[in-house]
Antibody, heavy 121, light 110 residues
Framework: QVQLQESGPGLVKPSQTLSLTCTVSGGSISSGDYYWSWIRQPPGKGLEWIGYIYYSGSTYYNPSLKSRVTISVDTSKNQFSLKLSSVTAADTAVYYC?????????????WGQGTLVTVSS | QSVLTQPPSASGTPGQRVTISCSGSSSNIGSNTVNWYQQLPGTAPKLLIYSNNQRPSGVPDRFSGSKSGTSASLAISGLQSEDEADYYCAAWDDSLNGGVFGGGTKLTVL
């Protein structure tokens, strides 16, 4: 059974870069059947798709975040990562990683438990 | 402002049937499948319905989904107290070339 786990700093200063890693266990990130996604949820608000990466390194990003987002993959560690630059308080959110289906986009399953990242000085 | 439109709230009494709508456009729901998620308080979202009307293993058949044109619906029959949660629809948007979510519907079991 595939499981995902986010890790990274819980506090980031304004204007700095948010960096998170998602570790995949119970399955290979190199499976050609899946995209590996990041999704976030500001406190008390709804879900926002950030982007995803294929094991080959191909990426798709939310157009509203594209200029600040980089998603990368490390198949040797079965991990993928998120970097979000020039953060502001508006980037404070619970960040989730999730597996998406190549055949059915936005079929996110499973999800990580999520990690709260607060942007504050 | 979410690309997909959901009512912010819905409610029902135990045993009732409730429906939650999700309205989109030709570039998202109109041309791609819809997925639904249930988010219980303090937990990560969980896939509830995929490909418009398919239930993952373990999801009770009280939950059902449908799609018509540029709208989709989630129906919950035999409402139970443990169904109290936030529900989100999602779809791919061909114009934005990205995934989009509805704003979420908070379901209250009275």
């Amino acid at each position: 059974q595939v499981q995902l786990q986010e890790s990274g700093p819980g506090l980031v200063k304004p204007s700095q870069t948010l960096s998170l890693t998602c570790t995949v266990s119970g399955g290979s990130i190199s499976s050609g059947d899946y995209y590996w996604s990041w999704i976030r949820q500001p406190p008390g608000k709804g879900l926002e798709w950030i982007g995803y990466i294929y094991y080959s390194g191909s990426t798709y990003y939310n157009p509203s975040l594209k200029s600040r987002v980089t998603i990368s993959v490390d198949t040797s560690k079965n991990q993928f990562s998120l970097k979000l630059s020039s953060v502001t308080a508006a980037d404070t959110a619970v960040y989730y990683c999730a597996r998406d289906s190549v055949e059915m986009a936005t079929k996110f399953d499973p999800w990580g438990q999520g990690t709260l990242v607060t942007v504050s000085s | 402002q979410s690309v997909l439109t959901q009512p912010p709230s819905a409610s029902g009494t135990p045993g009732q049937r409730v429906t939650i709508s999700c309205s989109g456009s030709s570039s998202n729901i109109g041309s791609n499948t819809v997925n639904w998620y249930q988010q219980l308080p303090g937990t990560a979202p969980k896939l509830l319905i995929y490909s418009n009307n398919q239930r993952p293993s373990g999801v009770p058949d009280r939950f059902s989904g449908s799609k018509s044109g540029t709208s989709a619906s989630l129906a919950i029959s035999g409402l139970q107290s443990e169904d109290e949660a936030d529900y989100y629809c999602a779809a791919w948007d061909d114009s934005l070339n990205g995934g989009v979510f509805g704003g979420g519907t908070k379901l209250t079991v009275l």
